[in-house]
C-alpha cells in the first residue's frame, strides 16, 4: 500500500520524486503529492487527488526547485482520496513534512489529546495526527527533529513507514519504518529513500533495508545514521541490489500485465534454475536444505497467504498431500492471526508472499515464531520482511511485478510448492522414482509448453471478445485445478469489474448451478486426468441449462471438445503441473476482457499491490 520516495543531494530532486512515484505507482493510486524544500524559508508543496500524471499535470510551471524532497502516491485508508487528505501532510506552523504509508491505530486518542493542546486539523487522516505530534515534541521539548520523531514513534501503535523533512535541518531525512516497508538507496554525496528499490536501482545498486522499529538519519553532509526507536546506535547493513532497470519498463507491449503473461516461460525456467536436473535425476532447493529433516517430520504443514498467493497455497496443499504424504492446512492469514489457532512446535509454517511484505502474513508468522514452529517464506522480493523473519524459505525469482493483478508471481509461488513437495517427497519415500524423474522432464518442459500456449492469444481473445458484456462467470475445477479456477475468478473480477466465482465442479449443483442461463459464461478446466469423466458430466450439467461453456482441454482432446462451445488446448503434462498451464488461458482472457472494457488493466480501481496494512 502507498508508495514513499525521497531525495537528498547535489541535483535537483523534483525529477527523481516524480519519476520514482510512477515506478511506485502499483502500490497505490488515490492521490499523490510531493514537497520540495527549496531553501530553509521555502517548502514548496504540491498534492492532487488521482494518478502521478495527475500531479505533473497540476505542478505545470509552478516552481520545482530544490535539492531535498519527498513524496507520496496513496491508497486511501483514513479519508476519502481527495486533494486535501493527499500526503505529504504538514505541521501547523508548516515547518514540517511528513508521508506515510500504514495506519497509525490510536490516531484518535492522540488527536483528542493535541486538540486540547490547540492543534486544529485540516484532514480527515491518521496521519496528520503524527505530524502534529512530531511537531508538539519538537516545540515542547527542544529536542533535534531526529529526537522529535523518535520520541513520537514510541506513542504511537500500528504500522508505518515514513519520511519526514523540517525547514530547521535542511541537510536531513528522517526515516523509521514498523511493519511496513522502507529502502535507504546510497550513491556519492546523495540518498534515496523509497518503499521498495523500483525508485533507487537507477541510480545506485547500493541499498540499505531499514528493519522493524529503525530509524535513519539521511544526512546529506554527515552521512548515514540508524538508531532503533529505543535510541541503540545500528550500524548500516549495504547490500547490492540485482534488480535490472530493463526489468521495469514495458518493453514494447501495451500493459505490464500482458507483458508479465508473456514472461512466465522466463519466470517459471529462473524459478527452478539450478534447483533441479532432469538428466541427472535430482532437485536441491538450497534454501530449505538445512531444514528438510524439519520439514519431513513435520506432524503438518499450515501455509498461509492473502490473495493470489493464498490460491498458489491451496495448489501446494494438494502437492505436499499428494508427494509428500503430511497433512496441510491452508489458512488465510488475516483470519488465521485472529483465531487463536492451535501451533505446535513439530508444524512447519510456510508463508507465501509476492511481495514479502503482507502485513497480516507477517502478523501471522510472528504469532507461529513465538509458538516455536519452523518458519519457511516463499516470496519475490529480496531481502524483504517475510524473507528476514523466517528460518529458511525460496525465492521465487520472478523478477519484478508491476501489474497489481499477479501473474508470473503466481506460477513461480506454484512451481516452487511442488519442488519443495516433491524433494520432501523424495526424502520421505513416498513418490517412486519414476513418478519424481517423470516430473523432472515435465517441470524442465514447462517454459516451452507455456510459449506454445501463448500462441493461442489471438485465438483466447477472440472468445474474450464473445463474453466482455457478461455480467457474472463461473469457473469450475476438480483437485488441484479447483485453486485455479479460484484464480481465475479472481483475475476477472478484480480487472475487469465482472462479478464471478471459482467454485469445485462437483458443488456447483449444491447452489450456484440455479445461476445458469443462456447468458452465464462457465470457465471449466477439463484436462486429461482422474478427473475427467466427472468433469465431462459437470459440463453435461451445464449444457442441460443452456450455460456457456469454455473448456480448458488437453491438446487432442475430443469428447470435451464436442460438447463445449469454446475450448482452449493446453500442452499435455503430468497432472501435478497442470495449474500452471492451465492458468495462462484464465490469464489472457481476463485481461483481453478488461482491455475491451476500457479497465484500467494494471491499476485496477481500489486496488494495490503490496497490502503492508492489516
Known sequence: MCGIVGYIGNKKAYPVLIKGLSRLEYRGYDSAGIALLENQDKLNVYKRAGKVQDLVDYIGDSSTEGNVGIGHTRWATHGLPNDTNAHPHFSSDGNIMLVHNGIIENYDIIKKELTKRGHSFQTETDTEVLVHLIEEVYK????SIEEAVRTSLNEVHGAYAIAVICKDTP???????????LVIGVGEDEYYVASDATP???????????????????????????????NVEVSPYIQELELQLEELEKGGYEHFMLKEIYEQPRAIHDSFRGRLNASEGWISLGGIKDYEEQIANADRIIIIACGTSWHAGLVGEYYFEDLARIPVEVEYASEFRYRNP????????????????????????????????TLLGIVNVVGSSISRITDAGSYTHAGPEIGVASTKAFTTQVTVLAMMAMAIGKKRGTISDKRFNNLLIEME????????LLKSND??????????????????GRGSAFPIALEGALKLKEISYIHAEGYPAAEMKHG??????EEMPVFVIATKGPHYEKVVSNIQEVKARKGKIIAVVTKGDTAVREIADHFIEIPDTDDVLVPILATVPFQLISYHIAVMRECNVDQPRNLAKSVTVE
Open 512 to 517: 450456484p448451478i440455479a445461476l445458469i442461463d
Open 200 to 230: 533507487i536501482v537507477e541510480y545506485t545498486k547500493n541499498v540499505v533495508y531499514l528493519e522493524d522499529e529503525q530509524i535513519a538519519i539521511v544526512d546529506k553532509n554527515n552521512g548515514l545514521r540508524i538508531i532503533s526507536i529505543a
Open 171 to 181: 541537510d536531513k531525512i528522517i526515516c523509521a519504518r514498523k511493519s511496513s516497508p
Open 342 to 373: 492451535v501451533i505446535r512446535k513439530n508444524d512447519v509454517v510456510i508463508a507465501v508472499s509476492q511481495s514479502g511484505e503482507t502485513a497480516d502474513t507477517m502478523a501471522a508468522l510472528k504469532m507461529a515464531k513465538a509458538e516455536g514452529a
Open 140 to 143: 515542547k521539548s527542544g529536542v
Open 445 to 452: 518442459a514447462l517454459p516451452t509448453k507455456i510459449e506454445k
Open 459 to 476: 485465438y483466447i481473445q477472440g472468445i474474450a471478445e464473445i463474453y466482455k458484456d457478461a455480467s457474472n462467470a463461473l469457473f469450475l
